[in-house]
């Protein structure tokens, strides 16, 4: 009787948290999925040429038809972007309170669960959502089929079953090429465990690929936002002399173009230019027009200066680049420290570990310090390697307007945010900076077991970052010291080689007679 009792317990307590893992995964993806809407809602063009105004009902509901679509994938995105940091800071706090009451809900298997249904949920948001949505908004329908959403979405259908069709003979070709030992006939039909593991481990190093051309560009773009910053003219000034200087010029300005314009007289003088150039009398008016323009925004720009509080001029500016100084030279630091463990053998690949407690020990020596420090490195590379995307100049040209963004370019985004977001997890682990194990799917990707491709990763990111930081941040002073050096050995070289000059002769004066008195 015991014996039952305990075994119905036991299904019990099984029952009641696979019941609140499932209330807590769906409070989570409401609310992610709510803010991606309102996100996307803020940035989608109010009046789109491919839809506005609307033809008939069809035009209306392929609209929202992708929207839906975007905001999901923008949704995975985002929860695939803090699974990695939600996961360390769990760790950590059923490391410190492993028997507390309030943290009975967090567990290895809510953590793992959320790992393995990201990992389906980005697969279906990169390989089905987005394709179906811009496949959708581009369909017209068949040939000879009238106008409607049921016709367009049979050409989407029927388009994204052959796309995928050919994706999977494509990677079945790739597997049987890359591993033959494993390319045999019956893999044909396990798609679920070996073709998504796969394809996504090709996307996956694309992602990775990406990260690592993204986020030196993105360290260069957040030190020349936060230099110009600090070493603008109000740092550490005084603007109230630059303010009324400005004013006065205006004023001038205006005073020499009124009394040009009222005295209707022709000009026979002729006038110069700032550059040297001698203007025309048509030429003046429009040239007096340019100055004044000038100077109106030059005394704009000094009361938007004078608005900002002197505080974030002289503390607020400084402390955020010395903090992004800290946070990039900390993160090159476990890189570099992560490529001598790799190449000396004493640090394994991030493989796929069979088991997983949490919250048995702590993923930093450093203690809730390092926990916090790791998770600002991970939403730094966040930040730059998206800062980063969009200073490149093919993707600059889709970069999201509010209010004016086409639903075109909202599903290009979303597909890339679900790259960068789906790879981030792997490039953290790869160099190093977290300890913590990749869960579900995730570290079964097959490139994490390849010591050359760990080595690559690390040194290319380690490199460019390196170049790209010290030669960003230390610009000026390589300028100035060049500057430098080239004066004093045109100095040093003009005066070797230049010859004594000769004393001048003076002339003999005659005696200086004092006359007694």
Known sequence: MTEFLSEVDLKEQEFHS???EVVILALVSL??????FMALGFLRRERDEDFEPYTDTSDLWVYKISLWCCSFSLAVSVGAA?????????????????KSWYMKWLNASLIQGIWNLMFTLTNLALFACLPFAYLLIESEGFIGAKRGLIPRAKETLVTLVLLSALILGITYVMSAILDRDQGTITQLYNVYSFYLPFLYSCVSIVGVLLLLVCTPLGFV?????????VTRP???????????VAILEKQAITRQLDNYRTARIVNMVPLLARDGSTLANGQIEEYLQKNLETAKEKVDFYVKARSRSYWNRTFLWPSVFLLLLGITGICLYLVFINIMLVVSGWRELPTHTASFDLGQTSLSALGVLGVIVEV????????????????????????????DTPISHLIMNCGLFVILSSALPLLVKVLGITNFDLLGNYGKITWLRSYVIILFVNLVFGLGAALCFFNKVTQKAQAETVKRIKQF????????LKPMPSLPSLPISSPVRIKAE
């Open 489 to 496: 050995y045109k100095s040093t070289s003009w005066n070797f």
């Open 31 to 36: 609310i992610l999925y709510i803010g991606s």
């Open 221 to 229: 773009r957040l030190f020349s936002l936060v230099g110009d910053r």
């Open 234 to 244: 109000q740092f550490l000034r005084n603007l109230e002399e630059e303010h009324t």
């Open 376 to 403: 600002i490195i991970i939403g730094y590379l966040l930040i730059t390697s998206i800062v980063g995307l969009y200073s490149i100049p093919v993707i600059r040209k889709i970069l999201p307007i509010p209010r």
């Open 82 to 98: 803090l699974l990695l940091p939600i996961s360390t800071i769990s760790n950590e706090i059923l490391h410190r309170y492993p």
């Open 18 to 20: 696979a019941v609140r």
